[in-house]
């Protein structure tokens, strides 16, 4: 399988739990290796350019509040199958439907409170990436 990259972030509430550690863990042991990390406490703006796709959800406002309510971390994971294989590892959005032992039926409180985010495709991964680093944040440096 082709090696990818994927961005990652650890949501405010996986930080007020004290998680990072545990979720860092977590994908270092499924072969999902951290090439950039960054902690941030999002702007307005940047949370909402960052979901920007779902700008017109009912839950856009309420979500933007969240993401901005405290630090997150956002990291670039690299592995094989990246991109479907955090996706795996994180779970389905809402923690009730997720499978055991994923990180939102581990960790998360609800749908919008689930702890993490993982790019859904190529195409998002490559915005995403771009969005919070520049080539030369991300090892071995571009
Ligand atoms: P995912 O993060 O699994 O890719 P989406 O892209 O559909 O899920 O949604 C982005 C984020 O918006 C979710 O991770 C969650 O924090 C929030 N969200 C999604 N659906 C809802 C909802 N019905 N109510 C509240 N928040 C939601
Ligand atoms: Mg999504």
Known sequence: MATQRTLSIIKPDGVEKNLIGKIIARFEEEGLTPVAVRMVHLSQQEAEGFY??????????????????????????????????????????????????????????GIEENTVHGSDSPENAAKEIKYFFSDVQVFPRG
Request: no cysteine.
């Open 52 to 109: 920007a796709v779902h700008r017109e959800r009912p839950f856009f406002d309420s979500l933007v509040e969240f993401m901005t309510r405290g630090p997150v971390v956002v990291m670039v994971l690299e592995g094989d199958d990246a991109i479907a294989r955090n996706r795996e590892v994180m779970g389905a959005t809402n923690p009730d439907e997720a499978d055991e032992g994923t990180l939102r039926k581990l960790y998360a409180s």
